[in-house]
């Protein structure tokens, strides 16, 4: 499973996708005893290029947005064949 965000800049209007994997982080007991639940990781920034990408394509969004869902559909394809 997969997930595409559009997101625009609010300085300037650019219009980009984030395409990630999804990536669930197990729930654990923290050292004071209290339990963090299970959640879905957002990735950072050194995340990009391995399971998550930015797409741009300057002012061509039609292009861009092609790209994403290219991405997006080849991540679910190694979902369903691994």
Do not use: N, Q
């Amino acid at each position: 499973m997969a997930y595409l965000y559009e997101i625009t800049d609010s300085e300037t209007d650019h219009i980009y996708f984030e395409v990630f994997e999804r990536k669930v982080i197990k729930g654990r007991v923290l050292p004071s005893g209290s339990f963090l639940s299970e959640r879905i990781a957002y990735p950072s920034a050194s995340d990009f290029g391995l399971w998550a990408w930015c797409i741009s394509k300057g002012s061509d969004h039609r292009t861009a947005l092609k790209c994403a869902l290219k991405r997006l559909h080849s991540l679910g394809k190694l979902k369903e064949v691994a």
